[in-house]
Nanobody, 117 residues
Framework: QVQLVESGGGLVQPGGSLRLSCAAS????????MAWYRQAPGKQRELVAR???????EYVDFMKGRFTISRDNAKNTVSLQMNSLTPDDTAVYYC???????????WGQGTQVTVSS
């Protein structure tokens, strides 16, 4: 079983920055990828960025240049550095993990990010 715990959300003013972190724990698994999704009120959950075991990264186009995903393989953590935040970035951000040898994906409980003046 895999557990994911996110941290780092909160309230930030437009133009500000936040750094989200997610720690994976458990045993008997090897991480294939870790990712961040977000879900704004009344909208579907959407991919923000994904980082694979190899270090290859994927970003949603409109987030490139503002958001950076990184991973610490030794600690099984993934971070999302978010800069130049706008009110449209307000959402619950979820950590997501895929394991090698399984189609199952795991989700964190989510962390709220609110961008407002």
């Amino acid at each position: 079983q895999v557990q994911l715990v996110e941290s780092g959300g909160g309230l930030v003013q437009p133009g500000g920055s936040l750094r989200l972190s997610c720690a994976a724990s458990g045993s008997g698994f090897a991480i294939a990828f870790m990712a961040w999704y977000r879900q704004a009120p009344g909208k579907q959950r959407e991919l923000v960025a994904r980082i694979f075991r190899s270090g290859y990264t994927e970003y949603v186009d409109f987030m490139k240049g503002r958001f950076t995903i990184s991973r610490d393989n030794a600690k099984n953590t993934v971070s999302l550095q978010m800069n130049s935040l706008t009110p449209d970035d307000t959402a619950v951000y979820y950590c997501n993990l895929g394991v090698i040898g399984s189609s199952r994906e795991y989700w964190g409980q989510g962390t709220q990010v609110t961008v407002s003046s």
